[in-house]
């Protein structure tokens, strides 16, 4: 499975972005995908994740609320609308597929593909 994201940019506080995660290949196998974040001079950390079957969600705390996962079966693609952005979102965000069908979907290692990257900067 290969992944491409897209949608980062350059915004204010208060804003909102919509990053879009295309799979293409052996999607067939897709069970779970999510997205993580990595801010400057941190590491990777969980932002929310979907299943592909029921499309049960789940959210890291920090942005309950506000980010919200979807999918879009027929064009093999997941969405992260991210509403209210404050500068602590900043960060280059990963999205991730997984074949798994059991995992905790919070966990990096349950993914075996992940996607290049797209640089989300919130300014204050």
């Known amino acids: 499975v290969q992944l491409q994201a897209s949608g980062g940019g350059l915004v204010q506080a208060g804003a909102s972005l919509r990053l879009s995660c295309a799979a293409s290949?052996?999607?067939?196998?897709?069970?779970?995908m999510g997205w993580f974040r990595q801010a400057p001079g941190k590491e990777r950390e969980f932002v929310a994740a979907?299943?592909?079957?029921?499309?049960?969600?789940d959210y890291d705390d920090s942005v309950k609320g506000r980010f919200t996962i979807s999918r879009d079966n027929a064009r093999n693609t997941v969405y992260l609308q991210m509403n209210s952005l404050i500068p602590e979102d900043t960060a280059v965000y990963f999205c991730?597929?997984?074949?798994?069908?059991?995992?905790?979907?919070?966990?990096?290692?349950?993914?075996?593909?992940w996607g290049q990257g797209t640089l989300v900067t919130v300014s204050s």
């Open positions: 979907l299943r592909w079957s029921g499309a049960s969600t």
């Open positions: 991730a597929a997984s074949s798994r069908v059991f995992g905790d979907m919070r966990v990096q290692s349950t993914y075996g593909n």
């Open positions: 290949g052996r999607t067939i196998s897709m069970r779970a």
